[in-house]
């Protein structure tokens, strides 16, 4: 794994600041969409990324929720996963509103984690407010791990805009 320098860390902060600022709200929920817009934004940057499929985890003091790669969920058109954009020693997830809008937990809309170091079941984890977390965990072994082909022509109309902004921004 490789440690994003300070720009690279700077062109991710602003990719997180900006994301919805370009992005629609109506796709917040898309991960497969959100990740794939985040990469095309670091290739720009030629920041080496790629996706990585994950359960997502909230937990509180009284709750936990999971996200994706779920064996006990209803059949559904929509994939049974989750995934991120890995870049070096971080992840970007712009989808942490499945949380929010399937299950009514208020967290960021997106969110940047620092990667353990060593290799472990656990990916990252991000503090939230009243002691609030969420981690982002491998698929089980069984899952079914490729996320949905997204249309090119969205990935990159939105991209661009991001791009845009955030060659605006970086020193």
């Given at each position: ?69 779920l ?8 994939w ?80 661009a ?7 605006k921004?970086?020193?």
């Open positions: 794994m490789n440690i994003l320098t300070d720009a690279e860390n700077q062109i991710v902060d602003e990719l997180r600041l900006a994301f919805y600022e370009h992005v629609p709200a109506e796709l917040r929920t898309y991960c497969s969409l959100t990740s794939r817009i985040s990469q095309e934004v670091l290739n720009k940057f030629a920041i080496r990324n790629e996706l990585m499929p994950c359960q997502l985890w909230y937990s509180d003091q009284t709750r936990n929720f999971v996200v994706g790669f064996s006990n969920q209803q059949a559904s058109p929509e049974n996963g989750h995934v991120a954009c890995r870049a070096g020693n971080v992840i970007i997830d712009a989808a942490t509103q499945n949380l929010e809008v399937k299950l009514g937990v208020v967290v960021p809309w997106v969110v940047v984690a620092r990667r353990f170091l060593v290799t472990s079941q656990l990916i990252a984890r991000a503090r939230l407010a009243d002691s609030a977390m969420l981690e982002w965990f491998y698929p089980p072994a069984s899952a079914l791990v490729q996320p949905p082909e997204e249309p090119q022509n969205i990935i990159d109309q939105y991209a805009l991001l791009v845009e902004r955030i060659s921004n970086v020193t």
